[in-house]
């Protein structure tokens, strides 16, 4: 049952999404690592909600790849290894450079979409230079470079490669902020996106592209 002071919180809502979102979190904020397990229960009683949810929550993690469920053991943080980082930084090149492309082609950006992009940069570079915590601001870092990657790519309107991405997001996240903990340089990172942005407005496919490349290598540095 729901604790009294949640009750009215969660009525009208997924709960089971709360939980999804409440796990996502504490991974992002490094509560729980690669490889940590996931305990049902001191979630549950942490929510002040019944097991089901969370069980709910959990198989929607399994299917997005974000928890490994082992049998007669658990459920665990999924560790990727350097192949499967790999694999998942250059899909996302290769669908968003297609993306790019499209977006200079068919002229699909204004100015009103450059300053929005240009907003969610500096705040970036913001989070790079402010004084957190290493994990917190690469947590933080993490979520901005995905909303500024994510309005790209509902601009371009490809909606399968925007499906494609969307099911690789949270293990986007998850990579980046591995990586950028091993390796990644913060400012320099964010303040790429400028570059982004200046391509996208001279139109300059070639080097959007060769931008992008040295943008998500960069932050894969400390691994590859």
Known sequence: MLGRGLEKRF??????AIVTDYIKERI???????????????????????????REGIKELQ????????????????????EDKKEI??????IEGAMLEQLIKESKLGEEDFTHLTKIVEEMVQI???EWDMV?????MSKKDIEFHRYIWKKSGGKR??????????QLQMAMIYDTKFGGNLPITAKEHYDIIR??????????????????TLYRKGVF
């Open 161 to 170: 490669k925007i499906e494609i991405l969307e099911n690789l997001h949270f």
């Open 11 to 16: 009525i009208g809502e997924n709960i089971s």
């Open 136 to 140: 917190e601001k690469a947590a933080q």
């Open 128 to 130: 790079s230079e402010c």
């Open 89 to 94: 930084f250059d899909i996302r090149l290769m």
């Open 28 to 54: 992002m904020t490094g509560k729980y690592a690669e490889g940590d397990h996931i305990p049902q229960t001191v979630i549950a009683r942490e929510l002040e909600i019944s097991r089901g949810p969370v």
């Open 199 to 216: 391509c996208l407005k001279t139109g300059d496919i070639k080097n959007c592209k060769s931008v992008l490349k040295e943008h998500i």
């Open 63 to 82: 299917n997005q790849g974000v928890i490994d469920f082992v049998p007669r053991t658990g459920n665990f943080v999924a560790c990727f290894t350097t």
